[in-house]
């Protein structure tokens, strides 16, 4: 890495009184130059200040004269290592005057008589003979600056505070000062270099300095501009910048490097002895990794400047937003290595391909090892373009005798979405390779073949000697031996806090930092020796420092809300910290509505100017350390979710194609739980939108498994209906199976089954892995059979470890329920042969809530099984109910449905017939009395109740509660069911009438038709009639004002479908087809909207056989040929997406309805085939133990008996 633009450093001494100028200096360090830092770093310009309040210890100096002699001296030597620059302030004070024989014998190469004529008095001070030796003794006058204060500031200072910055003893001399600066400037045409300014008062001390501050930052810029000559610096491309900053990074890491011999020795020899090509170098965040790294790059490129056969080659992905992409990191080094071989390299464009022999060549390699998931395609991607030019020129290079080294810092920065992110392709090179990386990374990086792990050593007290010694030369300063050892002895008795280089350098910040506030504290203590004072005073402040590096970090950060305000300061940082890249200023300020201040954001981010990094070309300010992040983070997280929820709005509200919206608004989504803003319905037309968001879904499920079903449910409940996202969800589900693959071989690896089968910890963390998240993954993304196969393979191990508990009670049930959805959802025949096997077993080990739901799964189940089958499962269910009910009870009295399933499982099974109504009259008042007046009554007061809005949720628990004991009891009790059905009807209403929200109202209208069904039953036909009318009427209600609202479309859809039943049962066949269509009409709507939701077709279908049914008695054949022969192309469909029972009925039906009205077309081809079709798929069903209709069996045969008596 060749450093062919140098840094040059500035430094600018400030000469002032102090006490008085204490507002004005910590301005220039806070704000003028970090301003000016921001503009000069791009250009390889260093800004260094000098400022000398502190720093000159003396307390080693026995006499007086020593002390002031020292003093001098180190003032005049500052100046004259920083010339031509010198800033000088001047108030209404002249300074120390320490007498002309002090100084003579102090500085005797000065020559004082000409300094006490030039300045026309005896009477010089220390700030009189600094500007003297400043301005004019060397004649820099074109690079010095002088800022004066004007007299009318001092108007309104109260006199308590008057001698601290008004001084009258030495006022002539003073005034002289300034006149002779004055006239010297203007003589000289200098006289933009003079300013005057005139702050504010505010009750303490001079404020408004803004006028000052930007007066001084543009002379400053335009002198040191004027000094360090033209400086653009122009890049033929996006590498060469990037490059550039990579050598800055070095630079920037090494000014005050010092010590660690030791490690750069060690690693220094593991890189030439070469025994491991790739070496893993291993530290905590803020151990000094990157420091360590950029000196040893420092010191091997000195050592390889003459010798044409080694390169270097540097990257830290912590740099900028690109360095950390992989794919650009060997972008750069293609240039370097390219350019030692006098050849070209342009970048990659995105989209560009490769030729078939260069495909072939690289597909070969990389054949070799699987390194970076190579697909079988017939193209390259961006990311393997890169890697094969890169390969291609380490080839060139070795083959030239060029062996080189590379050094990649901060691994764990890296965007971890690139193929190239395992960076195991770095086994097939011949290269050399050091990587740096937190430990959470290694185990990741260990994969690559012939790996070694080297430790960061704890940083030990030579080291901190040695770093305080480094950072004090630095910035001119000079610490006493007591605050070093106070420094190195903080801490616990198990860790000191010096352990951390990030500590100490955080710790030495905040001293080297002292501001208005800490000096005048200072000058309040006791001690008479002005040194002393600040050594007392600086033992103080280490006391209350923190012990680690996060918290020392947060306590800075008090200091800087103590003066920018506390909840600007934290509200900037928490966003900061919750992003995952940063934030731009223009989110900021939209974030922060009226708190933002542009000027207080710029002045925070150069007050912690280490620590704040500004990412990519879209300007992101971030944290640089992920350990203080993690510290914020952990500071905010009673509120981080609602952090992520602000910063999810703000950027939901941006233009589609705006990037960071792009990059990080699924990120926020998945962190804020708000799957219901997912970005699709804006991005669907972008499509790397659409592909970062869904990798960033990958990571958080990874991290989260609990978030996937979550996502599952909203992202369903999102696309329900949405005609314009249909394909964007078809992208979704594409993206999510293309990226889950690596879970799916993970899990074919039986060396990671065999990994874990001896630890019960790990076995059970493998375990949950599978069953929770992998399981899911799969089931979502529709690979029901990868998905079976897994959990066959799982299952019998989860078996052998019973006695876990949490194996037993929790994860293997939840493997057979994932194992029963697989068998229902895609052959629902194998799920008797499933229960038969595994009843047992589930009633054994699961608690009420899986028993309980193992009932509710019964339902589905009675086509699969036998009879004796069935019931021998929901007796043992009983059981396993009766027995955990009482403490189910107990431990959570709300949960009425488990006392419902316990009813209805006693009155459906063991009174099938309804025959003892007293006693189950009895039941019924007395399990109405509890939930109605609370089990509890004594403890919780409906007052209470209220409070907690406990009461309220059990609203519609009861309302539920009434419509399902309505339909049991009807048949031996039918006032108490229309009354039970009643009361429901009611509770939904009130419900709907309280909240007014879309979904009760949906709701009370679901209510309203099980209430004409329950009056249908009860042939009350004309009550009936009118509930149902109501139902419609409410249903296009809703669905005329919210016309996207999903359940308002499928209420219209329900109770049109009712409707025609009801008047197709009453022979009203014209009042049927009308509803009829109007059912087909909507079922038609929601799967055009959504074609992937098996449900919505199967509506369709329905719908298509209620209408041609209803063509069929009205003797319109030729229209109902055609609406059952489109049913059977979506029957068709539907039984393919999804082989179950109830589809292949449907299936056999809706041939049989074909066939006959074919029959009546006299078209008796295709009535043969219909009729055939229907009795092969019966048969099928007969063979599999699924007993059919019988009357469905009949009329096919009867079909097919009259073709056979034809032929």
């Not at 008095?121 to 220390?126: A, F, G, H, N, P």
């Not at 033929?236 to 910048?241: Q, R, S, Y």
């Not at 905040?510 to 203590?525: C, G, H, V």
């Not at 589905?860 to 059981?879: G, M, P, Y």
Request: glycine share 2%; aromatic share 10%; with cysteine.
């Amino acid at each position: 890495m060749k450093q062919n633009d140098e840094w040059t450093t500035v430094t600018l001494f400030i000469s002032s009184t102090f006490a008085d100028m204490d507002a004005e200096r910590d301005h220039i360090r806070r704000i003028v130059i970090p301003q000016l830092e921001e503009f000069f770093n791009p250009l390889h310009v260093a800004i260094r200040i000098i400022d000398l309040r502190w720093g000159v210890n003396t307390t080693d100096d026995k006499s007086l004269i020593d002390r002031d002699a020292k003093i001098l001296k180190v003032c005049m030597e500052e100046i004259d290592r920083s010339r031509p620059f010198f800033i000088g302030l001047l108030g209404s004070r002249y300074g120390w005057v320490p007498g002309n024989i002090r100084i003579k014998r102090s500085l005797p190469q000065l020559d004082i008589d000409r300094c006490c004529n030039l300045l026309q008095t005896d009477e010089i001070s220390v700030t009189a003979l600094e500007f003297y030796y400043g301005l004019f003794e060397k004649n820099h006058l074109n690079r010095s600056i002088v800022c004066i204060r004007n007299e009318e500031a001092n108007h309104e200072i109260p006199e308590e505070y008057q001698k601290k910055y008004i001084e009258t003893q030495h006022k002539p001399e003073l005034n002289n000062l300034k006149e002779i600066i004055t006239k010297y400037f203007h003589r000289n045409d200098m006289d933009e270099l003079l300013m005057n300014y005139s702050p504010t008062w505010n009750g303490r001390n001079f404020e408004n300095l803004d006028e000052f501050d930007t007066k001084l930052y543009e002379l400053l810029k335009k002198c040191i501009l004027e000094d360090v000559g033209e400086r653009q610096l122009n890049y033929e491309n996006w590498i060469e910048k990037d490059i550039a900053e990579q050598v800055g990074f070095i630079q920037q890491n090494t000014r005050s490097f010092i010590g660690r011999e030791s490690i750069l020795s060690e690693l220094k020899n593991n890189l030439e002895k070469a025994e491991y090509p790739i070496i893993l170098f291993s530290g905590e965040s803020g151990s000094g990794k990157s420091s360590i790294m950029c000196q040893l790059a420092n010191e091997i490129q000195i050592e390889w400047e003459d010798d044409p056969k080694h390169l270097l080659l540097f990257h830290s992905a912590s740099v900028s937003g690109n360095a950390s992409s992989v794919s650009n990191m060997l972008e750069c080094f293609c240039h370097q290595i390219a350019t030692i071989l006098n050849q070209t390299y342009e970048p990659v464009e995105e989209g560009a391909e490769m030729s078939g022999e260069e495909f072939k060549a690289f597909s070969s390699w990389v054949s070799t090892f699987n390194v970076i998931g190579q697909e079988k395609v017939n193209y390259m991607s961006h990311d393997q373009i890169v890697l094969h030019n890169f390969e291609k020129l380490v080839n060139h290079a070795t083959k030239a005798g060029i062996h080189l080294t590379l050094l990649i810092d901060a691994y764990d920065c890296f965007n971890k979405h690139s193929q190239l992110i395992s960076l195991q392709w770095l086994s097939l090179l011949n290269v050399s390779t050091l990587i740096s990386t937190i430990p959470d990374s290694i185990e990741e990086l260990q994969k690559i073949p012939q790996s070694f792990i080297i430790e960061v050593p704890s940083f030990d007290e030579s080291d901190t000697r040695d770093m305080i010694t480094s950072l004090c030369t630095y910035n001119c300063k000079e610490v006493h031996s007591s605050v070093v050892n106070a420094l190195l002895q903080h801490g616990t008795s198990k860790y000191l806090s010096h352990y951390s280089p990030l500590w100490l350098k955080m710790a030495t910040h905040a001293l080297f930092t002292l501001d208005i506030s800490d000096f005048e504290a200072i000058r309040e203590r006791e001690e008479e020796d002005n040194e002393v004072k600040i050594e007392q005073y600086m033992l103080k402040l280490i006391n209350e420092f923190p012990n680690t590096p996060g918290d020392m970090f947060l306590y800075l950060l008090k200091r800087a809300a103590e003066n920018l305000g506390d909840k600007f300061v934290y509200q900037v940082m928490y966003y900061l910290t919750a992003s995952r890249y940063g934030l731009r200023e223009s989110d900021l300020s939209v974030l922060l509505k009226e708190e933002w201040n542009e000027l207080t954001f710029s002045i925070l981010r150069r007050w912690f100017r280490p620590y704040f990094i500004e990412n990519g070309i879209d300007k992101q300010w971030n944290i640089s350390h992920q350990l203080l992040r993690n510290r914020l983070n952990e500071l905010n997280k009673e509120n981080l979710c609602d952090t992520h929820q602000t910063i999810l709005r703000h950027l939901n509200n941006l233009k589609p194609d705006d990037p960071i919206r792009i990059k990080e608004l699924m990120y926020h989504a998945a962190k804020a739980k708000e799957f219901l803003l997912f970005h699709y319905t804006y991005s669907c037309r972008l499509p790397i939108a659409i592909q970062i968001g869904t990798l960033t879904l990958v990571d958080e499920f990874e991290n989260n498994p609990q978030l996937f079903e979550m996502f599952c449910e909203e992202i369903q409940e999102l696309y329900r209906g949405n005609q314009e996202n249909k394909e964007t969800w078809k992208k979704a589900q594409e993206y999510l199976s293309q990226h889950l693959n690596e879970s799916q071989n993970t899990t074919d690896n039986d060396n990671i089954l065999d990994k874990y089968q001896n630890n019960t910890c790990q076995s059970r963390h493998m375990y949950d892995r599978i069953v929770r998240t992998m399981s899911n993954h799969l089931m979502f993304i529709g690979k029901e059979e990868m998905n079976e196969k897994i959990l066959q393979i799982i299952i019998p191990m989860m078996e052998e470890d019973m006695d876990d508990l949490v194996v037993k009670e929790i994860l293997l049930p939840n493997a057979y329920k994932n194992l029963r959805n697989i068998y229902e959802h895609c052959y629902n025949i194998k799920l008797k042969e499933y229960y038969n096997e595994k009843y047992k077993e589930l009633t054994e080990i699961s608690s009420l809530d899986f028993s309980r739901n193992l009932f509710m799964d019964l339902s589905k189940l009675n086509n699969t099984l036998e009879n004796e089958d069935h019931n021998q499962i929901v007796q043992d269910t009983i059981e396993i109910i009766d027995k955990e009910l009482p403490d189910k009870w107990e431990a959570d009295w709300l949960d009425e449905r488990a006392y419902l399933g316990l009813l209805l499982l006693h009155y459906t099974l063991k009174n099938p017939n309804m025959e003892d109504k007293k006693n189950f009259e009895e039941l019924y008042n007395a399990f109405m009395e509890d939930i109605i007046n609370g089990k509890h009554e004594k403890k919780y007061s409906e007052e209470y109740l209220r409070t907690l809005t406990i009461w309220e949720a059990r609203v519609p628990i009861l309302a539920l509660f009434m419509e399902n004991i309505a339909k049991v009891i009807l048949p031996m009790h039918k006032q108490l069911a229309i009354a039970c059905q009643q009361e429901s009807c009611t509770l939904y209403r009130s419900i709907c009438v309280d909240s007014g929200s879309l979904e009760d109202i949906a709701e009370y209208i679901l209510s309203l038709q099980a209430t004409g069904l329950l009056y249908e039953k009860a042939q009350e036909d004309d009550i009936a009639l009118s509930t149902y009318l109501e139902a419609q009427r409410l249903a296009k209600e809703i669905h005329m004002h919210n016309p996207d609202f999903e359940d308002g479309k499928m209420r219209i859809l329900s109770i049109s479908r009712v409707l025609g039943d009801f008047a197709f049962k009453n022979n009203r066949y014209d009042t049927a087809l009308s509803s009829y269509q109007e059912y087909k009409r909507h079922a038609a709507e929601l799967y055009e909207n959504n074609p992937s939701r098996k449900q919505w077709q199967s509506s369709l279908v329905n719908a298509l056989k209620a209408t041609g049914k209803s063509y069929l008695r009205l003797e319109n054949y030729q229209s109902a040929q055609q609406e059952f022969g489109e049913a059977i192309n979506h029957v068709n469909e539907l039984v393919k997406k999804a082989n179950t029972v109830p589809f292949f009925s449907l299936m056999a039906e809706i041939y049989l309805y074909f066939s006959h009205t074919c029959f009546h077309l006299k078209d008796y081809e295709r009535c043969y085939h219909a009729a055939l079709s229907a009795k092969q798929v019966l048969t099928m069903l007969k063979e599999n133990g699924v007993h059919s209709n019988p009357e469905n069996i009949k009329w096919a045969d009867n079909i097919l008996a009259v073709f056979e008596k034809k032929e």
